[in-house]
């Protein structure tokens, strides 16, 4: 386990990461409502032909669909929140080695089982 300064330096890139995931996210949500809501001014903005317009169109309203079936943005966030703050702040405060066992790896092994 990473403790001192290192430590502290790898939870914070991990932090970064997931703040450019969550960024990332965000913007493919509002490039694909967009292109729901507009989509005369899409193809403006992206010179298609009328039947590789309507495909792609299809496609990015299956994409819409499956994003807001799975509800990335509410079940999986909650989820990553709770797995970095166990790991980066209840585990320094546990006493015990299975509490620590807890906090830290089941938490990151719960995670990975139930983010598919």
Excluded at 79 to 101: E, Q, R
Aim: hydrophobic share 50%.
């Amino acid at each position: 386990m990473l403790i001192g300064k290192r430590g502290k330096m790898v939870g914070q890139l991990g932090l970064m990461l997931l703040d450019l995931k969550v960024y990332a996210h965000i913007g493919v949500s509002v490039n694909r409502l967009f292109s729901l809501v507009s989509p005369l001014r899409a193809l403006k903005s992206f010179p298609l032909n009328g039947a590789s317009f309507k495909a792609k169109r299809r496609i990015e309203i299956g994409f819409f669909v499956q994003a807001s079936l799975e509800s990335m943005s509410v079940c999986q966030m909650a989820l990553s929140i709770a797995v970095y703050t166990s790991f980066c702040f209840i585990s320094y405060h546990v006493s015990s080695d299975w509490a620590l066992f807890g906090t830290t790896t089941l938490a990151w092994t719960l995670y990975h089982a139930l983010d598919g």
